[in-house]
C-alpha cells in the first residue's frame, strides 16, 4: 500500500528550528518528485517546497532561505529542515507525493507546527 | 506567488450541478496545462479530484470533471451528492519549478 507518514511537528518558540520527517512506503521517495504543502489554521493550502527526483529543489518565497527539503534514500524519507521559524510558518504540514506539472496524488495525514512564545 | 481567486462558497441541492472558478493570470494558469483539483474534508488531506485540466486519476467519480479558459479554470460537479460537501482547492503551475493553490471553495449541498 502506498503511504506518507508525517512526523517531527510541535510547539517552537518563533526564531527556533525544527525538522520535519514524512516516511514513504509502497514506493520509492528518490524516483519521484515530493512536495510539502502547509494550511495555516482555518487557512488553504500553500505549497511550501518540492524536491525533484534529480536532487534539484525549490521553495515559496515565503520559505525560501529558511526552509530545505532533503529526503535520505536508504531510509525512504523525505524532511523538512525549517529555521528561524515564524508565528505565520504555524500550520498542519503535509507532505505529498507529486508527479509531473505539480500533480499531488498522496497525501500523508499532516503533522501540526506551533510556533508561539 | 498569489493565490489562485476562487469563489468562498457554493451550493446545491443533491442532483444539481454546480461549477467552482479558478482564476488567475497567463503566468500561471493561462500558460500552462498543469491544473489539478483537490477536495478536502474537514480534519482530513487534501484528495487528488482532476489533474492536467481535466483528467480524472482512477477511481474517481465521472460527476468531476475540469476544464479551462483563458485564465480561468474550472470544476464542475454533476449529480451532487450529500458526500460532495467538502472544500475545493485548484493548484497550478506557476512557473519557475513553483506551484500555487487557489484561495479555496466550500461546496454546501443543501
Known amino acids: 500500500e502506498v503511504q506518507l507518514v508525517e512526523t517531527g511537528g510541535g510547539l517552537i518558540q518563533p526564531g527556533g528550528s525544527l525538522r520535519l520527517s514524512c516516511a514513504a512506503s509502497?514506493?520509492?521517495?528518490?524516483?519521484?518528485?515530493m512536495s510539502w504543502v502547509r494550511q495555516a489554521p482555518g487557512k488553504g493550502l500553500e505549497w511550501v517546497s518540492v524536491?525533484?527526483?534529480?536532487?534539484?529543489?525549490y521553495y515559496a518565497d515565503s520559505v525560501k532561505g529558511r526552509f530545505t527539503i532533503s529526503r535520505d534514500n536508504s531510509k525512504n524519507t523525505l524532511y523538512l529542515q525549517m529555521n528561524s521559524l515564524r508565528a505565520e510558518d504555524t500550520a498542519v504540514y503535509y507532505c505529498?507525493?507529486?508527479?509531473?506539472?505539480?500533480?499531488?496524488?498522496?497525501w500523508g495525514q499532516g503533522t501540526t507546527l506551533t510556533v508561539s512564545s | 506567488q498569489s493565490a489562485l481567486t476562487q469563489p468562498r462558497s457554493v451550493s446545491g441541492s443533491p442532483g444539481q450541478s454546480v461549477t467552482i472558478s479558478c482564476t488567475g493570470t497567463?503566468?500561471?494558469?493561462?500558460?500552462?496545462?498543469?491544473i489539478s483539483w483537490y477536495q478536502q474534508h474537514p480534519g482530513k488531506a487534501p484528495k487528488l479530484m482532476i489533474y492536467?485540466?481535466?483528467k480524472r486519476p482512477s477511481g474517481v467519480p465521472d460527476r468531476f470533471s475540469g476544464s479551462k479558459s483563458g485564465n480561468t479554470a474550472s470544476l464542475t460537479i454533476s449529480g451532487l451528492q450529500a458526500e460532495d460537501e467538502a472544500d475545493y482547492y485548484c493548484?497550478?503551475?506557476?512557473?519557475?519549478?513553483?506551484?500555487?493553490f487557489g484561495t479555496g471553495t466550500k461546496v454546501t449541498v443543501l
Open positions: 497567463s503566468s500561471d494558469v493561462g500558460g500552462y496545462i498543469y
Open positions: 524536491i525533484y527526483s534529480g536532487g534539484t529543489t
Open positions: 505529498a507525493r507529486t508527479t509531473m506539472g505539480g500533480v499531488m496524488d498522496v
Open positions: 493548484c497550478s503551475y506557476a512557473g519557475s519549478y513553483t506551484y500555487v
Open positions: 492536467d485540466v481535466s
Open positions: 509502497g514506493f520509492t521517495v528518490s524516483t519521484k518528485y
